[in-house]
């Protein structure tokens, strides 16, 4: 026993069949750096506070705890983290306690009978010779940390939706407001016209004319009052409540500044800022871990097994004889009609499938950003044409009022002129909210760190029956 126990670690440090490369990124050469540029300026940890909106961060927070989505992944995150526990068990001995009791009656000399109990120990245990066990159990701790980093995903896309779906919320509720006073104004040039065409200076297609104009500026209400509820059940839901609760959000009417445009790094930087890249990177780890485990399946397996059973004729009595037993089993795979080789060929075409797939994975990322950086860009520039034609939208109300009133345009140049101003007016609030989502958009693409710095809700450790998954996790690498 003593030699066996010097004898056991050894056998188990065991050796790879074939060589597991290190893979840190794609298989395609990134760029040095992005097409278009960015700022100077580091965006903060948590992105969406560089927008300066109180009610933004903590409708925010309150999704990242409440989120019913975020909430499954984390879920999902323990079943991987019980697998990886469950994958990486055989490396150590299995130890079990059996105990079986019989009576027997014999008829030779009279009627006897005779009580047996057995109380053993035993300890089975597979030696690792080419890591099958280990590299499995590597390749589950691989696909936790995968899982880990689709949690840290999901957290990421679940900030960037409730932004957008907050912008939205806010667009609407300043378009209720400029719609009011369009109707407002409108209002008061049908007054005007009414009050012209009593007196004799104006007919009645002037009047049905404004009439029509102020309908239409009504008729946006209703599409502007669906978007604005809707988004506020979206928002409601995306925080884990019911929709009848979305009448307690305070709107204010106003969209907030742009931030300056931050530093963007390089290309590379994105492998290690992006939770999606980071859980391509580990499931093509995890497998060129299981090809191993694959190549070690058709190689000598060899099994121990100690055993040792205290006999008693009676319970009651002390368990005083024993029997022990210690053996061994060799396996080497003879023919399986290249079951065992048919399993490596697939396990190499999932390894070229991965890389493959975090390669796509990146460049959709470089897109990502690029598309951010390039809407923005063009967003800013129809701002600023917007901007102009209202100014000029403005001259031509005037014009077309004092036209008017000299006799000399027609009442229908008013009604163009107040149409396409107000027209104007409600693009420039959409224009201004879409170029806030493409900025949040370029952050979101950006990835960043504070991801790494959420736990795990207590449902979910309580039904895990982990206190902290995290930590489990880390324990089985």
């Not at 840190?24 to 300066?52: C, D, H, K, L, N």
């Not at 950006?446 to 029956?465: I, K």
Request: with cysteine; hydrophobic share 45%.
């Amino acid at each position: 026993m003593r030699q066996l126990a010097w004898i056991l670690p050894l056998l188990a440090i065991g050796c790879n069949p074939v060589q597991i490369p290190k893979r840190t990124m794609p298989a395609i050469t990134p760029p040095e750096s992005y097409a278009s540029t960015g700022g100077v300026q580091r965006p903060p940890t948590e992105w969406w506070t560089a927008f300066g909106d109180e009610m933004l961060d903590r409708h925010v927070d309150l999704a990242l705890e409440s989120n019913l989505d975020l909430r499954q992944a984390w879920s999902r995150l323990a079943q991987a983290a019980a697998t990886a526990r469950i994958a990486g068990a055989p490396i150590l001995p299995e130890i079990n306690l059996t105990s079986t009791a019989a009576r027997s009656r014999g008829d030779a000399g009279g009627i006897t009978y005779t009580s047996s109990w057995v109380v053993g120990f035993g300890l089975g245990w597979e030696v690792d010779l080419w890591r099958r066990i280990a590299n499995r159990a590597e390749a589950a701790v691989l696909a936790a940390a995968a899982s880990r980093q689709d949690v840290e995903h999901t957290a990421l896309m679940l900030s960037g939706t409730v932004t957008d779906t907050w912008f939205t919320i806010r667009e609407q509720a300043e378009l209720i407001e400029v719609i009011e006073a369009q109707i407002e104004l409108s209002d008061k040039l049908l007054q005007i016209v009414e009050y012209r065409y009593t007196n004799g200076l104006a007919n009645a297609l002037q009047v049905y004319q404004q009439r029509q104009q102020l309908e239409g500026v009504e008729a946006q209400m209703p599409g502007v009052r669906s978007a604005f509820e809707t988004s506020l059940n979206a928002l409601a839901v995306l925080q884990g409540a019911p929709p009848e609760d979305s009448a307690q959000f305070l709107v204010s009417a106003s969209l907030p500044v742009l931030p300056p445009l931050p530093s963007i790094g390089s290309p590379a930087d994105l492998v290690e800022a992006r939770p999606d890249l980071r859980a391509a990177r580990d499931r093509l780890a995890g497998a060129d871990r299981e090809v191993a485990a694959a190549v070690a399946d058709m190689l000598p397996t060899i099994s121990l097994s100690i055993g040792y059973d205290f006999n008693s004729n009676s319970f009651a009595d002390p368990f005083t004889s024993g029997v022990s037993s210690i053996g061994g089993s060799l396996l080497q795979p003879l023919f399986d009609n290249d079951r065992r080789g048919a399993e490596v060929a697939r396990r190499r075409a999932i390894v070229q499938e991965r890389l493959d797939a975090f390669s796509q994975a990146f460049l959709t990322a470089l897109r990502e950003v690029e598309d951010a950086l390039v809407r923005e860009r063009n967003q800013i520039d129809l701002l600023e044409e917007i901007a102009q034609q209202l100014v000029l939208s403005e001259r031509q109300l005037e014009a077309a009022r004092t036209s008017y009133g000299d006799g000399v345009a027609e009442y229908l140049d008013v009604i163009s002129a107040v149409q396409t101003q107000q027209s104007l007016q409600r693009q420039q609030v959409s224009a201004h909210k879409q170029l806030l989502v493409y900025r949040a958009s370029l952050y979101r693409s950006l990835g960043g760190s504070w991801m790494s710095d959420l736990t795990a809700p207590r449902q979910v450790e309580a039904a895990s029956g982990d206190k902290r998954i995290d930590s489990s996790l880390e324990k089985n690498s």
